[in-house]
């Protein structure tokens, strides 16, 4: 079974900046997709942002401009920079994984994320 760890959550004030990372086991060589997905209580489940193994990147409307993703292929892992931190952005944040073996998709367990003052 994979291992998907996110870290880096924390709280932060508004217009704040926080590092998230995502690290996966496994070789590296089999991840194809890493995303980052962020749930509000009470609200649902939204994608953020995601990257490819090529270093192509998705974002979200919401965050477009403020937030960027990144990967380190070696290293297995995908980190989410968000910048301009809002309230709004409160929110456990998860890692998704989509690999070439098996388990093909997976989850991570969060890592929560608090913006303010």
């Known amino acids: 079974q994979v291992q998907v760890v996110e870290s880096g959550g924390g709280l932060v004030q508004p217009g704040g900046s926080l590092r998230l990372s995502c690290e996966v086991s496994?070789?590296?060589?089999?991840?194809?997709?890493m995303a980052w997905y962020r749930q509000a209580p009470g609200k649902q489940r939204e994608f953020v942002a995601s990257?490819?193994?090529?270093?192509?990147?998705n974002l979200a409307d919401s965050v477009k401009g403020r937030f960027s993703i990144s990967r380190d292929n070696a290293e297995n892992t995908a980190y989410l920079q968000m910048n301009s931190l809002k309230p709004e952005d409160t929110a456990v944040y998860y890692c998704?994984?989509?690999?070439?073996?098996?388990?093909?998709?997976?989850w991570g367990q969060g890592t929560h994320v608090i913006v303010s003052s």
């Open positions: 496994g070789s590296p060589s089999s991840t194809y997709y």
């Open positions: 990257i490819i193994s090529s270093g192509y990147t």
């Open positions: 998704y994984v989509q690999r070439n073996v098996s388990p093909t998709t997976s």
